[in-house]
């Protein structure tokens, strides 16, 4: 045993930093194979085990307990990322199966951030199981359009839903011994040329839309890695970015952990590891011998080295200390059962004319149509697919759920619908572009499926249409169904969850993470998507999802935050309060309806006067309440004044405006049924600062710096302040900056050093 390590397999991180060599600090920074970092025996120091898994735990046996040195052939690793799943399979040969629980779409529309949690304590149990020490997830990127690839993997097109989920997945995870890589940071939002796409996205948007669920979930739940992406955000690589992984994630939040790459996605090695990129996955001897160059040539430094050798070396040793928490099985079944209540949960109910649920008694014939019912579609393609322990049927489950005295045929097409009481029907969207690798080219359902639905419901029977799809989708056919219930894909207990959801044994209580559009024209990305000669602008700015809508005027086809249930709620006069650093609101909420359920309430902010352009409305809190028929009760639900604020790009920081903010409670961004104002203090002048070519309307505008510049040049010039004041006034409309602006109005010349003196004067007194 090293003199460093103890018997529980700790070790003293700067007292192995302090013996390693360069060979040695190349290897730890470098990993072990596919999925271990490198073991250092000498100091000991143990392997880490990491695997990915958003939504489960997909542990490749071959690659992880082999223990092979240099990293695996790269076709092993593109035929992962590459593969076209049916939903079930897996790749890279023998791999352990484990619960594939809802996907990071689905189980974000229950709107639970306790149900996240839940889902990161059973990814941890199982994580147990297997030995391994860090999963790869949870994916917080945005979905900003629905035609992403990935889009399945995320939560939502909202970053504050998005860090709620992802904060209560991450919590679950380390608090029951696993780490977290919270990832991909960032803008990591298409498929398209994945690994050199630059995102050129402006900063207000950066900061407001794609970097803020990162940044809360960082302060909140302390990560232990996070996954720099694959992309290039505004010309630089994401794995070698300082400002990114340095400036911003470590300077201004605060963060202490490791940032690791994505799998090959580093180029530059002594760039990343000078930028704050630590570890460097997955072993690559190329890499490897890069970075022994750069260190030979000196083009990294002692501290850079030893600053990312620390933060893996910190790594390993919270993961060892965390081995005890973590259980050592964990029981299939318990988690089968888990899977199909969070399926349940999660799934949304967009439509439904009274047809739902099903009452067996009034029902004799029942046609069941689609693959789908016995070939469901529960998870996407990529690296996230899980080998599931077991897959519950629709149609087993549709069949029991209905009883015996019900008839219930399956069916491909359309054939003998006319004869049915009811229709079933299974669609979904191209399984080969619903993942990894590839984004998706249309809104449409597959091939034919639209078709089908239409004529289905030219039957005249009542049709319902249960819907597998990564995220949103356009429906020709809408207004000729009865009810559509969304699955998005909703893991190996989905077929459990619909029916139960059908006959109503289990409640429809999900609602919408993202807008649905009417047209693929109104995805707000639509005029710069996917972009061109390797540059994708983000047109939209902070008008991402239903900030578009809202601000553009357009009807969505369903809007954020939309679902249905089978009862109904009175949402009463919500009243607000600033109570020192908080926003606390009282929301009464009834349920009016004749059997228990659960309402989503959303909290919406409407910026009465802001100095901005602001969204119309933004989400800024929400909370979820269960109630008996009957039953009422007043859902209190607070949040930080801080969430009000937005970033000002003239001084670099977070900004609240003095102003008064209408908080509007609704069931969703298109439902809201009342509102209550507060008053935000200010904290920071609401005037842009000045600088050498700020206009002077901008400097007359402001009461302050007006004061300062007349007692200046009054002082400068030995004038009466009303005269300069008065000179002053007649500047108003120059378009030119204010110190050539006051040279040509007074007929003085600023030397440099009396510019300067102007400025500090006004920026005094501002």
């Given at each position: 045993?090293?003199?460093?390590?103890?018997?529980?397999?700790?070790?003293?991180?700067?007292?192995?930093?302090?013996?390693?060599?360069?060979?040695?600090?190349?290897?730890?920074?470098?990993?072990?194979?596919?999925?271990?970092?490198?073991?250092?025996?000498?100091?000991?120091?143990?392997?880490?085990?990491?695997?990915?898994?958003?939504?489960?735990?997909?542990?490749?046996?071959?690659?992880?307990?082999?223990?092979?040195?240099?990293?695996?052939?790269?076709?092993?690793?593109?035929?992962?990322?590459?593969?076209?799943?049916?939903?079930?399979?897996?790749?890279?040969?023998?791999?352990?199966?484990?619960?594939?629980?809802?996907?990071?779409?689905?189980?974000?529309?229950?709107?639970?951030?306790?149900?996240?949690?839940?889902?990161?304590?059973?990814?941890?149990?199982?994580?147990?199981?297997?030995?391994?020490?860090?999963?790869?997830?949870?994916?917080?990127?945005?979905?900003?359009?629905?035609?992403?690839?990935?889009?399945?993997?995320?939560?939502?097109?909202?970053?504050?839903?998005?860090?709620?989920?992802?904060?209560?997945?991450?919590?679950?995870?380390?608090?029951?011994?696993?780490?977290?890589?919270?990832?991909?940071?960032?803008?990591?939002?298409?498929?398209?040329?994945?690994?050199?796409?630059?995102?050129?996205?402006?900063?207000?948007?950066?900061?407001?839309?794609?970097?803020?669920?990162?940044?809360?979930?960082?302060?909140?739940?302390?990560?232990?890695?996070?996954?720099?992406?694959?992309?290039?955000?505004?010309?630089?690589?994401?794995?070698?970015?300082?400002?990114?992984?340095?400036e911003v994630l470590r300077e201004d939040w605060g963060y202490r952990g490791a940032v690791v790459s994505d799998w090959h996605g580093i180029k530059d090695r002594a760039a990343s590891v000078r930028a704050g990129n630590d570890l460097d996955m997955p072993e690559?001897?190329?890499?490897?011998?890069?970075?022994?160059?750069?260190?030979?040539?000196?083009?990294?430094?002692?501290?850079?080295?030893?600053?990312?050798?620390?933060?893996?070396?910190?790594?390993?040793?919270?993961?060892?200390?965390?081995?005890?928490?973590?259980?050592?099985?964990?029981?299939?079944?318990?988690?089968?059962?888990?899977?199909?209540?969070?399926?349940?949960?999660?799934?949304?109910?967009?439509?439904?004319?009274?047809?739902?649920?099903?009452?067996?008694?009034?029902?004799?014939?029942?046609?069941?149509?689609?693959?789908?019912?016995?070939?469901?579609?529960?998870?996407?393609?990529?690296?996230?697919?899980?080998?599931?322990?077991?897959?519950?049927?629709?149609?087993?489950?549709?069949?029991?759920?209905?009883?015996?005295?019900?008839?219930?045929?399956?069916?491909?097409?359309?054939?003998?619908?006319?004869?049915?009481?009811?229709?079933?029907?299974?669609?979904?969207?191209?399984?080969?572009?619903?993942?990894?690798?590839?984004?998706?080219?249309?809104?449409?359902?597959?091939?034919?499926?639209?078709?089908?639905?239409?004529?289905?419901?030219?039957?005249?029977?009542?049709?319902?249409?249960?819907?597998?799809?990564?995220?949103?989708?356009?429906?020709?056919?809408?207004?000729?169904?009865?009810?559509?219930?969304?699955?998005?894909?909703?893991?190996?207990?989905?077929?459990?969850?619909?029916?139960?959801?059908?006959?109503?044994?289990?409640?429809?209580?999900?609602?919408?993470?993202?807008?649905?559009?009417?047209?693929?024209?109104?995805?707000?990305?639509?005029?710069?998507?996917?972009?061109?000669?390797?540059?994708?602008?983000?047109?939209?700015?902070?008008?991402?999802?239903?900030?578009?809508?809202?601000?553009?005027?357009?009807?969505?086809?369903?809007?954020?935050?939309?679902?249905?249930?089978?009862?109904?709620?009175?949402?009463?006069?919500?009243?607000?309060?600033?109570?020192?650093?908080?926003?606390?609101?009282?929301?009464?909420?009834?349920?009016?309806?004749?059997?228990?359920?659960?309402?989503?309430?959303?909290?919406?902010?409407?910026?009465?006067?802001?100095?901005?352009?602001?969204?119309?409305?933004?989400?800024?809190?929400?909370?979820?309440?269960?109630?008996?028929?009957?039953?009422?009760?007043?859902?209190?639900?607070?949040?930080?004044?801080?969430?009000?604020?937005?970033?000002?790009?003239?001084?670099?920081?977070?900004?609240?405006?003095?102003?008064?903010?209408?908080?509007?409670?609704?069931?969703?961004?298109?439902?809201?049924?009342?509102?209550?104002?507060?008053?935000?203090?200010?904290?920071?002048?609401?005037?842009?600062?000045?600088?050498?070519?700020?206009?002077?309307?901008?400097?007359?505008?402001?009461?302050?710096?007006?004061?300062?510049?007349?007692?200046?040049?009054?002082?400068?010039?030995?004038?009466?302040?009303?005269?300069?004041?008065?000179?002053?006034?007649?500047?108003?409309?120059?378009?030119?900056?204010?110190?050539?602006?006051?040279?040509?109005?007074?007929?003085?010349?600023?030397?440099?050093?009396?510019?300067?003196?102007?400025?500090?004067?006004?920026?005094?007194?501002?």
């Amino acid at each position: 045993m090293s003199d460093n390590a103890s018997p529980s397999g700790l070790f003293d991180v700067e007292a192995v930093l302090a013996a390693l060599t360069e060979p040695e600090k190349v290897d730890l920074l470098s990993g072990r194979g596919m999925w271990k970092t490198a073991a250092l025996p000498r100091h000991g120091v143990p392997s880490i085990v990491m695997t990915d898994g958003t939504y489960g735990v997909r542990y490749s046996e071959e690659q992880i307990e082999n223990d092979q040195q240099g990293g695996f052939d790269l076709d092993d690793f593109l035929a992962v990322v590459n593969r076209r799943a049916n939903g079930t399979d897996t790749a890279w040969g023998r791999t352990r199966p484990a619960t594939c629980f809802p996907t990071g779409a689905t189980l974000a529309c229950s709107w639970d951030p306790a149900l996240a949690r839940q889902l990161g304590a059973a990814l941890a149990a199982e994580c147990g199981e297997f030995g391994v020490d860090v999963l790869l997830g949870p994916g917080i990127n945005l979905r900003r359009t629905p035609l992403g690839g990935r889009s399945y993997e995320y939560y939502s097109e909202d970053p504050l839903l998005t860090a709620e989920i992802a904060a209560g997945v991450v919590e679950g995870l380390q608090e029951n011994g696993v780490g977290a890589s919270l990832k991909h940071f960032a803008a990591n939002n298409s498929e398209v040329e994945r690994t050199t796409m630059d995102s050129v996205i402006e900063e207000r948007a950066l900061r407001e839309i794609y970097l803020k669920a990162f940044e809360r979930v960082v302060g909140r739940s302390d990560p232990w890695t996070v996954m720099s992406s694959y992309n290039r955000l505004n010309g630089v690589q994401t794995s070698q970015d300082p400002w990114l992984l340095s400036e911003v994630l470590r300077e201004d939040w605060g963060y202490r952990g490791a940032v690791v790459s994505d799998w090959h996605g580093i180029k530059d090695r002594a760039a990343s590891v000078r930028a704050g990129n630590d570890l460097d996955m997955p072993e690559s001897p190329a890499r490897k011998a890069a970075l022994r160059r750069a260190i030979d040539e000196k083009l990294i430094s002692t501290e850079d080295l030893d600053r990312a050798c620390r933060r893996v070396l910190e790594l390993v040793h919270r993961a060892v200390a965390a081995r005890p928490l973590r259980q050592q099985a964990f029981d299939r079944a318990e988690h089968h059962e888990l899977a199909r209540s969070m399926a349940a949960r999660s799934l949304v109910l967009l439509k439904n004319t009274g047809v739902l649920p099903l009452n067996p008694a009034e029902l004799k014939r029942v046609l069941v149509v689609g693959p789908g019912a016995v070939q469901p579609i529960i998870q996407g393609s990529g690296s996230a697919t899980t080998m599931p322990t077991q897959v519950d049927i629709p149609l087993e489950e549709i069949r029991r759920a209905l009883g015996e005295d019900v008839q219930v045929l399956h069916t491909d097409d359309d054939s003998g619908a006319a004869e049915a009481d009811l229709v079933l029907v299974f669609v979904n969207t191209d399984l080969q572009y619903d993942g990894e690798g590839a984004d998706r080219r249309t809104l449409n359902l597959a091939a034919g499926q639209d078709q089908l639905v239409q004529e289905l419901a030219a039957s005249g029977t009542d049709v319902v249409v249960l819907l597998a799809s990564p995220d949103a989708v356009v429906m020709p056919w809408l207004n000729e169904v009865s009810a559509v219930v969304a699955t998005f894909l909703a893991g190996q207990g989905a077929g459990r969850a619909i029916a139960d959801v059908l006959v109503g044994i289990a409640e429809p209580t999900g609602r919408l993470t993202t807008t649905f559009p009417a047209r693929i024209e109104d995805i707000p990305s639509y005029l710069t998507y996917p972009g061109e000669n390797g540059r994708h602008v983000y047109s939209e700015g902070i008008h991402v999802g239903y900030r578009s809508y809202d601000a553009l005027g357009r009807e969505p086809l369903f809007a954020f935050g939309h679902g249905l249930g089978y009862t109904m709620f009175e949402i009463g006069s919500v009243t607000a309060t600033v109570v020192g650093e908080t926003v606390e609101l009282v929301v009464p909420v009834k349920n009016t309806g004749e059997r228990q359920g659960r309402e989503t309430v959303q909290i919406y902010a409407e910026h009465q006067n802001p100095r901005v352009q602001r969204p119309l409305l933004e989400l800024v809190a929400f909370a979820g309440v269960e109630l008996d028929a009957g039953e009422s009760t007043e859902l209190e639900i607070a949040f930080p004044v801080d969430d009000l604020r937005f970033w000002d790009t003239s001084r670099q920081a977070w900004v609240l405006d003095g102003e008064s903010v209408r908080l509007h409670a609704g069931r969703s961004s298109r439902d809201l049924v009342s509102a209550a104002e507060v008053v935000t203090q200010e904290s920071a002048p609401r005037h842009r600062p000045v600088v050498r070519d700020t206009q002077p309307v901008f400097i007359l505008n402001n009461p302050a710096a007006r004061r300062a510049t007349v007692r200046f040049l009054a002082e400068t010039l030995n004038r009466t302040p009303e005269d300069v004041d008065r000179l002053l006034e007649y500047s108003r409309d120059s378009f030119i900056g204010i110190v050539a602006t006051l040279e040509r109005r007074f007929r003085i010349s600023f030397t440099d050093q009396q510019a300067e003196d102007l400025l500090a004067a006004i920026r005094a007194e501002v």
